[in-house]
């Protein structure tokens, strides 16, 4: 069974860290650059409104479920963590604390390169794209639950974009790698 820990406020040396070998090299730091990965996320979902309006019977927006709908996906970003961390191995400890730009998650243990990548994927996948399917597939007449998904969707999708950016990087590395987190860094060896 996972045990999640929660240590509080990140505060720049709090998080767990482990001896990872000299060996060890990190995946590339997330930079304020990478806040352009967003461009392409929201290209893609300005597409599915575009198809929700043109193919599928038409797309009405209305403010109060906008609101209502950003709310909830807020509410919903410890889920989003606890889906993170439901991805790593049965025995690991979590830890779970908090930034200025929201909640996060770190495990020491270490894992293959490709159940990394499915635990950044895993969360917006499930919270993110799931409720996409449903804002596209629910009629243009239920226009409340249609917006509220939009806005539950585009915001699970569009802060994964670290997520999606370590995705990138994983995919460039070999099949055989190991993966662990130290810190606030991302080892492979």
Not at 79 to 103: D, K, N, R
Request: aromatic share 14%; hydrophobic share 50%.
């Amino acid at each position: 069974m996972i045990k999640v820990k929660w240590i509080g406020k990140y505060n720049g040396n709090n998080l767990p860290t482990v001896d990872v070998g000299s060996d060890a090299k990190s995946l590339p730091e997330v930079t304020t650059k990478s806040v352009f990965m967003l461009i392409p996320i929201l290209l893609i979902f300005a597409l599915c409104v575009y198809c929700k309006r043109v193919y599928l019977g038409g797309f009405a927006f209305s403010r109060a479920a906008w609101m209502i709908g950003i709310v909830i996906a807020l509410l919903f970003f410890p889920v989003h963590e606890l889906l993170h961390a439901l991805c790593f191995p049965a025995e690991s400890q979590v830890f779970m604390f908090y930034t200025m730009q929201g909640i996060g998650i770190t495990c020491t243990t270490p894992i293959t390169r490709n159940r990394f990548i499915f635990v950044n994927l895993f969360p917006s996948m499930i919270l993110g794209g799931i409720s996409l399917i449903l804002f596209l597939t629910i009629p243009c007449t239920y226009v409340f639950a249609s917006v509220i998904f939009c806005a539950f969707s585009l915001l699970h999708l569009g802060c994964s974009y670290v997520d999606y950016l370590n995705i990138i990087h994983l995919l460039k590395l070999p099949r055989n790698i190991v993966i662990q987190i130290s810190g606030s860094k991302i080892y492979w060896k």
